[in-house]
């Protein structure tokens, strides 16, 4: 076995090399950056299926799902079969961009516990074992330590590993290899190994999971230099983030919501990538600004809704790139607005919030109107009891008030 795994890895690395495009060296500007200084060269296509490209593509996004789970499609959802694309949920948008990627280049591989013939937990890689074969798509034992660090020795050799967690709470087995090597080879080896890993799979407050099915590790990871972190929120950034994680130089974790699986949107047929460190302005608005990601956007919108009706004029921004942030994007809303809300389902102490309330404070402070006001879940193990367990994460309810007593 370890024979053929050699053979083919070397088969793989004589083949023709690929261009690949990844994102700039991982850096915090301290200073705005011109928006055509952030910007790719790639496609990118809005969430309402028009397209742009370059420094250009910055719009709102089409009709948005209030609730944080799949709802049933209304009447109105009968006029977007007109519209250009194709219907994915967004298990399967992450599925079809690891498929793209995995066609594209031989050099991307997948190895997890049951991501084979099984599909995976969540049915991610389902039917890639059958494509692409079982030295691509690697079932692995219930070791996290051990194929995680499989996969970022695969990524030194030169193979563009994809590391599926079956839940983002058992990769702390992993803890050591995802900071001391995967976070730091670069730096300690003198630039002489590049780690093109992507770490994934699905994390967040779930239905009844407990405690430890319940984890956010954002906190964890944010302070491993090194690291890039972003979070998908729909399909359409899910397949976007998903293809340009793999074709970046960095390696990069990205975080799935276990609720927003079901989610259903339009994507284009044509390829495109999201960049890795953009966020995306959800919702224009005047009066204050809302940063969030992942689950709680659909709790952000749900509330915006009773904003509006109420007179209220909110900015809602999913800020998407967790490390490092898009302060360019976030410092020009809060110019406009002058008032900051972050919603996170991360815990308070230590968590995403926090590391963003320090950068406004440390860049934006002159152009506050009023204290950051900051929502997150409570410092305590998730409640098995459903009731129990609402009660620990930021409910829309709470973001009205917050805004209310934001714009007094």
Not at 261 to 270: F, G, T
Not at 303 to 330: C, H, M, Q, W
Not at 331 to 344: A, D, Q, Y
Request: aromatic share 6%; glycine share 10%.
């Amino acid at each position: 076995m370890a024979g053929a795994l050699q053979a083919a890895t070397a088969a793989l690395l004589s083949s023709t090399p690929l261009k690949t495009y990844g994102s700039d060296r991982l850096r915090l500007g301290s200073a705005p950056r011109s928006l055509a200084g952030r910007k790719g060269s790639f496609l990118v296509v809005r969430s309402d299926a028009g397209f742009g490209s370059g420094s250009n593509a910055r719009t709102r996004p089409g009709k948005l799902i209030p609730n944080a789970v799949a709802t049933k499609p209304d009447a109105s959802a009968s006029s977007t079969s007109s519209k250009p694309g194709h219907e994915l949920l967004l298990f399967e948008a992450l599925r079809e961009g690891l498929d793209e990627e995995m066609a594209r280049d031989p050099r991307v591989c997948v190895m997890g516990e049951d991501v084979g013939h099984y599909g995976g937990s969540y049915k991610v890689t389902k039917g890639l074992a059958d494509k692409y074969g079982d030295l691509r798509v690697l079932d692995t034992p219930i070791a996290e330590n051990s194929f995680t660090g499989m996969g970022i020795g695969a990524a030194m050799t030169g193979l563009r590993p994809v590391v599926e967690g079956m839940n983002m709470g058992f990769l702390l087995l992993a803890f050591n290899q995802i900071s001391n090597n995967c976070g730091m080879l670069h730096y300690t080896s003198g630039g002489q190994f590049t780690i093109p890993i992507v770490i994934r799979g699905p994390g967040g407050v779930g239905r009844q999971l407990g405690a430890e099915h319940s984890q956010r590790l954002e906190s964890y990871f944010q302070s491993i230099p090194g690291l890039q972190m972003v979070a998908c929120s729909t399909p359409y950034n899910a397949k976007g983030l998903m293809k340009a994680a793999i074709r970046s130089e960095n390696p990069v974790v990205l975080f799935e919501h276990v609720l927003l699986y079901n989610l259903k949107e339009r994507i284009p047929d044509e390829e495109y990538i999201c960049c890795l460190e953009e966020a995306e302005m959800v919702r224009p608005g005047e009066h204050v600004t809302i940063l969030t990601y992942s689950r709680m956007r659909y709790h952000v919108m749900q509330a915006a809704k009773t904003l509006v009706n109420k007179g209220y004029d909110p900015e809602v921004i999913d800020i998407r790139s967790l490390k490092p942030f898009d302060l360019y994007t976030i410092g020009n809303s809060i110019k406009k607005t002058h008032r900051v809300l972050i919603v996170e389902e991360c815990m308070r102490t230590g968590g995403i919030g926090a590391s963003l309330q320090s950068a406004i404070i440390k860049e934006f402070w002159d152009y506050l109107d009023a204290p950051i006001k900051c929502l997150s879940s409570q410092d305590v193990p998730t409640p098995y009891a459903g009731t129990l367990e609402d009660c620990t994460v930021v409910q829309p309810a709470e973001i009205v008030k917050a805004v209310e007593d934001l714009c007094k």
